[in-house]
């Protein structure tokens, strides 16, 4: 942020100091510069120098009272009753001013003697166009800013929102892998499996990436790739030679995988249930196809895995996979394509994100 940036938005007590003093020095420059018109520079400074601090009082009053406290509450007969007040009160001071200080000052003059004779109500009119010159401009900037940090503001609680949204969603998925995990880790170990210490040394670094990453919002996508891999080797250790997986990741980049960044087991949670749903529910012969490419901005994921032709797509729709879609609409609002469709023996799986 720039130091005018700063000057302009910081609300620090020294960028305000500047802030304001900034503006009272233009304000008195502006009004001072109508005395090379007439010839009465030095007239024109000690005059508007003289009556500033009233400038001060009645624009304050107007920033920080009748603004904030009335008007943008929507209260706008109090606030017009308060601001033609304020005006009236303005005009009755500065008639003071040009009767009684500024002739001691400066002698009768031609035009102290104008203003001091004219109607109080014509004062009015004639002392506004000083009060909506200095005073317009300031609550217009001052609406301007206080709307754009109530936007910023409601933005900040809706990514909030958003936040607290995912983290319930990725809450959810935690225990769901982990039932699942515990589901297969019982079965091997009624069989009696001598694969199944094998299997838990490949299952805690799938724990420690869950553990270490899985509470943030974004991972890399290089690390979802890793944590795909070793599950499919517990998962080939598990299934022996029967199930046939084919395993292909197409990055163009190898750096483009630790700049990608993804909701955590956003592909994995595909991968689990096509093992899960495919592989242990295929009577023989069962094979996944998996692939990741990446290509023109867009993260394809295709999954494919043998089924019984008896099985149903309604068995599909569980935890996992109903709260990944929900995750999708969070994480990537029309920017993502999804499909899940059985064809006789097979089950397809197609996710497309524009990252």
Same mark, same amino acid.
């Given at each position: 942020?720039?130091?005018?940036?700063? /000057?302009?938005?910081?609300?620090?007590?020294?960028?305000?100091?500047?802030?304001?003093?900034?503006?009272?020095?233009? !304000?008195?420059?502006?009004?001072?510069?109508?005395?090379?018109?007439?010839?009465?520079? =030095?007239?024109?400074?000690?005059?508007?120098?003289?009556?500033?601090?009233? +400038?001060?009082?009645?624009?304050?009053?107007?920033?920080?009272?009748?603004?904030?406290?009335?008007?943008?509450?929507?209260?706008?007969?109090?606030?017009?009753?308060?601001?033609?007040?304020?005006?009236?009160?303005?005009?009755?001071?500065?008639?003071?001013?040009?009767?009684?200080?500024?002739?001691?000052?400066?002698?009768?003059?031609?035009?102290?003697?104008?203003?001091?004779?004219?109607?109080?109500?014509?004062?009015?009119?004639?002392?506004?166009?000083?009060?909506?010159?200095?005073?317009?401009?300031?609550?217009?900037?001052?609406?301007?800013?206080?709307? +754009?940090?109530? #936007?910023?503001?409601?933005?900040?609680?809706? =990514?909030?929102?958003? #936040?607290?949204?995912?983290?319930?969603?990725?809450?959810?998925?935690?225990?769901?892998?982990?039932?699942?995990?515990?589901?297969?880790? +019982?079965?091997?170990?009624?069989?009696?499996? $001598?694969?199944?210490?094998?299997?838990?040394? $490949?299952?805690? &670094?799938?724990?420690?990436?869950?553990?270490?990453?899985?509470?943030?919002?974004?991972?890399?996508?290089?690390?979802?790739?890793?944590?795909?891999?070793?599950?499919?080797?517990?998962?080939?250790? =598990?299934?022996?030679?029967?199930? $046939? /997986?084919?395993?292909?990741?197409?990055?163009?980049?190898? &750096?483009?995988?630790?700049?990608?960044?993804?909701?955590?087991?956003?592909?994995?949670?595909?991968?689990?249930?096509?093992?899960?749903?495919?592989?242990?529910?295929?009577?023989?012969?069962?094979?996944?196809?998996?692939?990741?490419?990446?290509?023109?901005?867009?993260?394809?994921?295709?999954?494919?895995?043998?089924?019984? #032709?008896?099985?149903?797509?309604?068995?599909?729709?569980?935890?996992?996979?109903?709260?990944?879609?929900?995750?999708?609409?969070?994480? +990537?609002?029309?920017?993502?394509?999804?499909?899940?469709?059985?064809?006789?023996?097979?089950?397809? !799986?197609?996710?497309?994100? $524009?990252?």
């Amino acid at each position: 942020m720039t130091l005018l940036q700063r /000057i302009i938005w910081e609300n620090k007590l020294k960028y305000r100091l500047i802030r304001h003093l900034l503006f009272w020095i233009i !304000v008195l420059i502006y009004f001072t510069s109508y005395g090379l018109y007439y010839n009465i520079l =030095r007239h024109q400074f000690i005059a508007f120098t003289l009556y500033l601090p009233l +400038y001060i009082v009645v624009t304050y009053t107007l920033l920080y009272f009748i603004l904030p406290k009335v008007l943008l509450k929507k209260q706008y007969f109090l606030s017009l009753v308060l601001f033609i007040g304020l005006l009236t009160l303005y005009t009755f001071v500065m008639r003071i001013y040009y009767r009684n200080i500024f002739p001691s000052i400066f002698g009768e003059s031609e035009f102290g003697t104008i203003r001091g004779s004219l109607p109080f109500m014509l004062s009015v009119i004639v002392e506004s166009d000083k009060f909506i010159i200095v005073n317009f401009p300031v609550l217009f900037i001052k609406a301007i800013k206080y709307w +754009y940090l109530v #936007e910023i503001n409601n933005k900040e609680l809706e =990514r909030k929102n958003m #936040e607290n949204k995912m983290a319930m969603l990725n809450a959810q998925l935690h225990p769901h892998f982990l039932f699942n995990t515990l589901n297969n880790l +019982y079965t091997l170990a009624l069989d009696d499996s $001598k694969k199944t210490p094998e299997i838990i040394m $490949k299952l805690s &670094e799938v724990m420690r990436y869950i553990i270490d990453d899985y509470s943030e919002l974004n991972v890399e996508l290089g690390k979802e790739i890793e944590i795909i891999a070793s599950y499919i080797e517990i998962e080939k250790l =598990r299934y022996d030679d029967d199930l $046939k /997986i084919t395993y292909t990741i197409d990055i163009p980049d190898e &750096e483009n995988s630790k700049k990608i960044l993804i909701p955590p087991l956003l592909i994995f949670t595909f991968v689990e249930n096509a093992f899960k749903h495919g592989a242990s529910k295929s009577l023989d012969n069962a094979w996944i196809n998996i692939e990741v490419v990446m290509k023109d901005a867009f993260l394809k994921i295709f999954i494919e895995n043998s089924v019984d #032709e008896d099985y149903k797509i309604k068995n599909r729709k569980g935890l996992g996979l109903v709260n990944v879609q929900k995750r999708l609409e969070l994480y +990537y609002p029309n920017r993502h394509r999804y499909s899940a469709n059985k064809l006789h023996n097979r089950f397809k !799986v197609f996710l497309e994100i $524009k990252i």
